[in-house]
């Protein structure tokens, strides 16, 4: 089995004020191509660190993240942003658009990090924010788009470099029932395609569309299981 | 450098606060508009004192005859003889070898007529050597000849505001114009003349255009030493032989040779020792002038440069304001590149880019307006004479009439600093965002 991203005994540790704080205990676990994994847990449980760790934007204090092969724990700064440019799609929350930037030229903006945008990029960019079902708004800003048109905007994003695996933050955390239903069913659809979704939430309706369930709870791994009665959101959604 | 899309990118960005943009390049148009003016306007000054004294010649010296005070000018007859004397002229002429050619001058205020036409100025004796001394111009016929002056014919050269006033558009050449009881024969006509510096104590500016040339020994005979004027009904009189001997020296093969220039001066001073006493000449050497001139000069460009450096400074700490605050307002953005994929150099590069841009359109408008400088000159000096012409009356000359010169190595100096300002008041607000903790940066609210 191919892994997307395996992490051993992974450890953070933060020291504020001569205070030591743990924010990680030694967590391990693999996700393989293909998976859908939701992660749990409340606030203050090591959630947003992992969140962070498996997003590239932080190194762990012990232990090692595996991402297709090649430890990140060592990497420098650069590297690492070259990771998150090239290896790893990230949506969050709060969508992050560049409000000063179209929808075309948001989708378009991590293929200038990488690299070179050739004509075939620019072409790509078009086919994604058309399958996330974006037509007709690509000359957009975000300030002229809802909630749930921004967040597709962010999914679209976080493929254009056909990362090793998507990286959501609550991603329908500010969405109501019926776009989260829209924005679930995307995920869902491409999860069907292969592509490997983590996706962290707090709500267990959401945690319920997924293949698999992580809990954390004070820093540790709590629980991981398969969900067996897995709900579909596009059998419920039209999109 | 950089790439097109960082460029595009950047300017976007500063269109997005359009005031805020404009107000910061208004900090550098104005540093590198001042600096080209100060530049400008201080070459303009020094050019036109040097044009001055250049004017008077730089191979020259000067011996001119000083009124002396009034106090030691109350003789029993009220006339006192004073200033230089044939005698003078004769002994500079003959006991200096490195003197070229010695030229008396007497000058004389007299009102000139044509017919019902009359205008005062200056009735000036003096040899044909005068012309090429001074650089004169004829504009037509001939300057003072040598036959004309051993014959003390009555003939006289016009300079131009003379001709224009008594002539009008016809050709003076062989009319005839009046001065007092006598007729001068017009022989020649000369081009407009740039007026000579007012220089220190020693030496009042010197108007050319009204003037009329005799040859001196023509006006020994007809006028003589004494001058009578009436001045608020009594008389007053001077008894004076001349007013002026403008010595050339001899030129080393062709060339200025400044240490013969000032050693014969010094010969000059010493020779005219008995007039110490009475303190009625002064010597005048427009070569010392020069020299304090061209240091003058130095020392206010040194002043000026450091004025419009001052000026790029605050236009600079403006930028690094601006700066600072968009980096404080965009924290949000930073952190959305950071996250996905954008390494610290291109968020150094993207602030970076847009100081530049700011720096360089201050940069290039500020060029534009420096060389409106002398339109704009004009234009205030059109405006002032205008509406309050006893202001422009009361400014020295080397103010009223100054031409702004445009000194050409100024503008890409200004434009190179410019760009330098918005470099290095960009560098400190770029690392500043570039060293934002991604994850703290995508937490901040805005």
């Not at chain 2, 050597?129 to 001939?142: F, K, M, P, W």
């Not at chain 2, 009042?204 to 006006?219: A, C, H, M, R």
């Amino acid at each position: 089995m191919k892994f997307a991203v395996q992490v051993e005994d992974l450890k953070k540790i933060y020291h504020l004020k001569g205070e030591t704080v743990y924010a990680l205990r030694g967590v391990t676990f693999n996700v393989p191509e293909g998976d859908y994994v939701a992660i749990m847990g409340t606030s203050g449980s090591g959630k947003s660190t992992l969140l962070n760790l498996l997003g590239c934007l932080d190194r762990p204090s012990h232990g090692s993240i595996l991402l297709g092969g090649s430890d990140t724990s060592k990497l420098s700064d650069d590297e690492l942003s070259y990771l998150r440019a090239s290896r790893v799609g990230i949506i969050f929350q709060a969508y992050n658009l560049i409000q000063q930037l179209t929808v075309l030229e948001n989708i378009e903006v991590p293929l200038y990090y990488r690299g070179k945008v050739s004509p075939e990029d620019r072409r790509r960019c078009k086919e994604l924010a058309l399958m996330v079902g974006l037509q007709g708004r690509l000359d957009h800003r975000p300030m002229q788009l809802s909630g749930g048109q921004q967040q597709r905007v962010a999914v679209a994003r976080s493929l254009i470099n056909n990362p090793d695996y998507i990286l959501a933050d609550e991603p329908t955390g500010n969405l109501d029932s019926k776009t989260t239903e829209e924005i679930l069913s995307l995920f869902e659809r491409l999860n069907n395609e292969g592509r490997t979704i983590i996706l962290v939430t707090h709500e267990d309706d959401v945690s319920e569309h997924a293949r698999r369930v992580m809990r954390l709870s004070d820093g540790e791994l709590a629980e991981d299981r398969l969900i067996v009665n897995r709900r579909s959101a596009l059998a419920t959604s039209a999109s | 450098m950089f790439g097109i899309r960082v460029w595009i990118l950047g300017v976007k960005s500063l269109l997005l606060h359009p005031m805020r943009s404009l107000l910061t390049i208004l900090g550098i148009f104005i540093g590198v508009a001042s600096v080209i003016w100060l530049v400008a306007i201080g070459e303009g000054i020094s050019l036109k004192a040097q044009e001055q004294i250049e004017g008077l010649g730089a191979e020259n010296v000067l011996v001119r005859s000083v009124k002396p005070p009034a106090e030691a000018n109350t003789s029993a007859r009220g006339i006192t003889p004073y200033g230089l004397t044939r005698d003078d002229l004769h002994l500079l002429e003959e006991t200096i070898p490195t003197v070229d050619q010695a030229i008396p001058i007497r000058e004389i205020r007299r009102e000139f007529s044509r017919g019902p036409v009359s205008m005062f100025g200056r009735l000036v004796g003096c040899t044909p050597e005068y012309a090429e001394v001074t650089r004169l111009q004829i504009q037509s016929g001939h300057f003072l000849s040598d036959a004309e002056l051993s014959g003390r014919d009555n003939v006289c050269v016009l300079a131009a505001e003379v001709t224009e006033r008594l002539f009008g558009f016809a050709n003076p050449i062989g009319k005839k114009i009046h001065v007092e009881a006598d007729y001068y024969t017009v022989v020649g006509v000369l081009k407009p003349r740039a007026a000579t510096a007012a220089i220190g104590g020693s030496m009042s500016g010197q108007e050319f255009n009204k003037d009329v040339y005799i040859p001196i020994s023509t006006l020994w005979q007809r006028v003589g030493d004494q001058v009578m004027t009436r001045r608020s009904g009594s008389f007053e009189g001077e008894i004076i032989e001349l007013n002026q001997i403008t010595l050339r020296i001899k030129k080393k093969t062709g060339l200025l040779d400044v240490p013969a220039v000032l050693a014969t001066a010094d010969v000059i001073r010493a020779s005219l020792s008995h007039h110490d006493r009475a303190k009625d000449i002064s010597v005048v050497v427009p070569l010392e002038l020069l020299e304090q001139s061209r240091q003058t000069r130095l020392m206010f460009m040194v002043f000026m440069g450091l004025i419009a450096a001052i000026s790029l400074l605050v236009g600079g700490i403006g930028i690094m304001n601006i700066m600072l605050a968009t980096v404080t307002e965009r924290t949000r953005e930073i952190g959305i590149r950071r996250a996905i994929g954008a390494k610290r150099r291109d968020i150094v590069r993207q602030f970076l880019v847009e100081t530049i841009v700011l720096s360089v359109v201050g940069g290039l408008t500020g060029i534009l307006g420096g060389l409106c400088c002398v339109p704009a000159v004009d234009l205030m000096r059109w405006g002032v004479e205008n509406y309050d012409p006893e202001l422009i009356a009361m400014l020295p000359d080397s103010i009223r009439d100054v031409r702004p010169q445009i000194v050409l190595i100024s503008i890409p100096i200004a434009f190179v600093i410019s760009v330098i300002v918005g470099i290095v008041f960009g560098i400190y607000p770029a690392h500043r965002a570039a060293n934002l903790d991604p994850i703290e940066a995508l937490r901040s609210a805005n």
